[in-house]
Nanobody, 117 residues
Framework: VQLVESGGGLVQPGGSLRLSCNAS????????VAWHREAPGKQRELVAE???????KYGDSVKGRFTMSRNNRENTAALQMSSLEPDDSAKYYC????????????WGQGTQVTVSS
């Protein structure tokens, strides 16, 4: 499974960005997708996740500002980010977890988001 993120960039505080994640390869019909972020000197943080068949869940720091969606037919996921703050600056990673018996998690290479005036 290969994951490719896109949509990152430089945005001013208060602005918006939409990240996309495209999955290819042996993607199973049932899987869990998540967005994480990692800033320099900080641990990787779960931003949003969508367990198969469930509504998205969000980290406390992004609730009300970020919206995650997925298109199972096209094997894509998106993260709409609004009201961005400098603390949102990080490299954002998409992950996909699947497996019938043993779960395997795949990661993309990440896309950089910088919030600065």
């Amino acid at each position: 499974v290969q994951l490719v993120e896109s949509g990152g960039g430089l945005v001013q505080p208060g602005g918006s960005l939409r990240l996309s994640c495209n999955a290819s390869g042996d993607v199973l019909g049932i899987n869990d997708v998540a967005w994480h972020r990692e800033a320099p000197g900080k641990q990787r943080e779960l931003v949003a996740e969508m367990i198969w068949g469930a509504d998205p869940k969000y980290g406390d720091s992004v609730k009300g500002r970020f919206t995650m969606s997925r298109n199972n037919r096209e094997n894509t996921a998106a993260l709409q980010m609004s009201s961005l703050e400098p603390d949102d600056s990080a490299k954002y990673y998409c992950s996909l977890t699947q497996g019938l018996i043993w779960k395997t998690t795949y990661w993309g290479q990440g896309t950089q988001v910088t919030v600065s005036s």
